[in-house]
């Protein structure tokens, strides 16, 4: 893994040997893409605007999976303040993508390029990827009551 501190924190990048790279720098997202995929294959996103896509990407900070020819072949984000607290978001692997690990190899990233900023706590909701997240060490909220939203959904 290539590590790199920019003006709002640090840039990893990592290679695998199949040629598949995670990359940090929002500059190489598919924003389009990324819209398409939310928008229409993302449950928790259905519908979701262009405009709201990209200013997610703007305020967050990006993950993106790019296969040898450089395509883009799945998204993550984190929304974070950098000092104390991470939420992981919108999670996405192409659907001709899926089963090769690229959600775990995303979650491991994420886990990797927040632990220099010793944050109090990561945060994540998942309706059928436990598994997946508790390998990376994920655990279930253990004071679930504690927890409120404010939620907007119509």
């Given amino acids: 893994m290539t590590t790199t501190h920019t003006e709002d924190g640090y840039r990893d990048r990592d290679r695998d040997s199949n040629g598949y790279e ?14 398409h995929w939310l928008s229409t294959d993302a449950f928790w996103a259905l519908g979701r605007s262009r405009d709201t896509v990209e200013r997610s990407i703007r305020g967050s900070l990006n993950f993106g999976v790019y296969g040898p020819d450089g ?7 984190v929304v974070t303040d950098r000092a104390t607290f991470a939420w992981l978001c919108d999670v996405y692997v ?18 990797d390029h927040l632990a220099p ?31 409120m939203i404010l939620s907007h959904e119509q």
């Fill in 71 to 77: 395509a883009q072949v799945a998204y993550a984000r």
């Fill in 94 to 111: 192409a659907p001709e993508h899926r089963g090769r690990g690229f959600g775990g190899r995303l979650a491991s990233a994420v886990r």
């Fill in 22 to 35: 995670i990359d940090t720098d929002p500059g190489r997202l598919d924003v389009g893409l990324v819209h």
């Fill in 117 to 147: 900023y010793e944050l109090k706590r990561t945060m994540l909701a998942t309706l059928d990827a436990h598994e997946l997240y508790a390998k990376v060490g994920f655990v279930p909220v253990p004071d679930p009551e504690g927890l």
